[in-house]
Structure formats: C-alpha cells, structure tokens
C-alpha cells in the first residue's frame, strides 16, 4: 500500500491512546479503534507508521500487528485465547529432559530447574519432570493454577505472551517475563539449549542460523511490546 500520509501522532482518550494519521484516526482490520492501554505503546505504535517510507510495509510494523490482534482476536475472545496459551503448561518444554549425555543433562538442569522453582513459588505449583518424549501427566492443581494466571492478564499482554510461549515451547518461560521479569534474552538461551547443542555437535547452517535470529529477535520483540502496554 502506498503511504497516504504525512504524520503519525497520539491523541489520548477517554478509553486509551489512539494513532491519528494526518488528523484521521488508525483502525484495525476488523475496523475497531486502535486504541492501546499505554502512551509508551502508542508512541512505539506510531513510530512504526510514522518511519514507513513510500509504501506501507505491514511487516515492519509488528507492535502494530499485535496490536490489531489484541483488539480484534484476543479481547473479543479472551477466556478461549487465554486457555489455549494455558494448554502449553501440559507439555511444557521445561519438563522434558534429555536422556544424554550427562553434559547436555546437566545444562538443561541449570537453566531449567530454576525457572521452574521460580514458577513454583509464584504460583505455588509442583512440576513433573520427566527424561525423553513420553508424555508426564502434570498435577491438577498446577494446571489449574497456571490457567487462572494466564486467564488474568489483559487482552495486550495475552498477544505478547502468546508469542514468547508459543516461540519457546514453554508456558513457564513465557510466564517468567511477563510476570517474573526475567532477563528474555536468559530465557531465550534457555529454551534453546537443545538446539545450541546440536550446533556444537554438527554445525549450524547459514539457513538455520537466520531462521533463529529472527526467531530470536521476535521474541524480544514480543517481551517488549508487554513491557509497554503495561506502560
């Protein structure tokens, strides 16, 4: 699309933050007001339109698009999109160790075990771990705990934390940014200790290695846009 305007610019509401393009309020797709809970989240918001040149480029634009999807997908939905998020803590990743070797078992056990005994003293939960791919059937009570945290966040921060859980194969990864403000680049690491390993053993591609930076640099773009819808 080419671009149409010439300024980007805030304008605060009764309801929030909202992005005005030459005067003109900006909707989402769905055609609802892109209004946001923050006036640090609008203001990266209307950077990114304010930064396209020529021709508007949607893929440059990504807390606008979780934006969108917060307002359009997740608020209008938000109990199942919240317990769909929830579902990963039954296969979490943090629970699933390797069976060898003892190196790579010992690295899982320092980056995991700690983010997992921080999920259990936050939300008084336990966790069973397991070796290999079998499938561990986690306690009720964890599960249920983990859903009513995740279910408690607002539709913003549910788009933001969809990302890093769905990215990292974790529930309690996500969990540990969003709600224990771990270093995201220290979970990011963790979660990728299995594939770090495989590229110690036999190399890593230059394919391979642009695909995880951008996967990478997705997900410390999703800690950031919760960081600023809280504002």
């Known amino acids: 699309m080419k671009r149409f305007y010439k300024q980007a610019a805030i304008v605060e509401g009764e309801a929030g933050f909202g992005i005005q393009l030459d005067g003109r309020p900006v909707h989402t797709p769905a055609r609802a007001p892109l209004t946001l809970p923050s006036a640090r989240l609008a203001e990266a ?17 990504p807390f606008t ?20 998020i929830a579902r990963y803590g039954e296969s979490d990743l943090l629970c699933y160790r390797a069976e060898g070797p003892s190196e790579l078992i010992a690295r899982e056990a320092a980056a995991w075990d700690p983010l997992l005994e921080w999920a259990g003293r936050r939300y008084d939960v336990t966790f069973r771990v397991t070796q290999g791919i079998i499938p561990v059937e986690q306690p009720a009570a964890t599960l249920e705990r983990l859903g009513a945290a995740v279910g408690a966040f607002d539709a913003f921060t549910l788009a933001g934390l969809s990302t890093l ?67």
């Open 45 to 61: 918001i209307a950077s990114e339109w304010q930064e396209q040149g020529d021709s508007i480029d949607p893929r440059s634009m």
């Open 65 to 84: 698009g979780l934006a969108n999807g917060a307002i359009d997908q997740i608020a209008t939905n938000i109990e199942s999109f919240a317990a769909g």
């Open 165 to 231: 859980v769905t990215l990292s194969g974790s529930l309690v990864c996500g969990l540990a940014i969003v709600d224990g403000g771990h270093d995201a680049d220290a979970v990011w690491s963790a979660s990728e200790i299995d594939e770090a390993w495989e590229v110690e053993q036999w190399g890593e591609d230059a394919d391979a290695a642009a695909r995880s930076a951008l996967r990478r640099a997705e997900f410390s773009m999703a800690r950031a846009f919760c960081d600023l819808a809280r504002g």
